[in-house]
């Protein structure tokens, strides 16, 4: 079990940018494999980002291609995930959430989630 605290949300013009953190506790970080999920009003939560465990593979949904980057450092056991050239419809509580198996966008297959930060984006 990994326990996870986001922070770096905040409200942010249409264009800009932010960089979420996810910090873990426990000495098994590095064995996780991790992602970012976001859920906005009146909708299902759904898959941002995912990151093997090594760091060496990365996934990412459509809507965000080529605007965010998902990161981590297992010396700090931190993932991160720079959200460039923001767009309203980004407006969401975005998660992180710790896998040792499953489908890296299937929600189910994380077993530890934090509590999530509030993006913002403004038009």
């Known amino acids: 079990q990994v326990q996870l605290v986001e922070s770096g949300g905040g409200l942010v013009q249409a264009g800009g940018s932010l960089r979420l953190s996810c910090a873990a506790s426990g000495r098994t970080f590095s064995s996780y494999s991790m992602g970012w999920f976001r859920q906005a009003p009146g909708k299902e939560r759904a898959f941002v980002a995912a990151?093997?465990?090594?760091?060496?593979?990365?996934y990412y949904a459509d809507s965000v291609k080529g605007r965010f980057t998902i990161s981590r450092d297992n010396a700090k056991n931190t993932v991160y995930l720079q959200m460039n050239s923001l767009k309203p419809e980004d407006t969401a509580v975005y998660y992180c959430?710790?896998?040792?198996?499953?489908?890296?966008?299937?929600?189910?297959?994380?077993?530890?989630w934090g509590q999530g930060t509030q993006v913002t984006v403004s038009s």
């Open positions: 959430a710790a896998r040792r198996s499953g489908t890296y966008n299937y929600a189910p297959s994380y077993s530890d």
């Open positions: 990151i093997s465990a090594s760091g060496g593979s990365t």
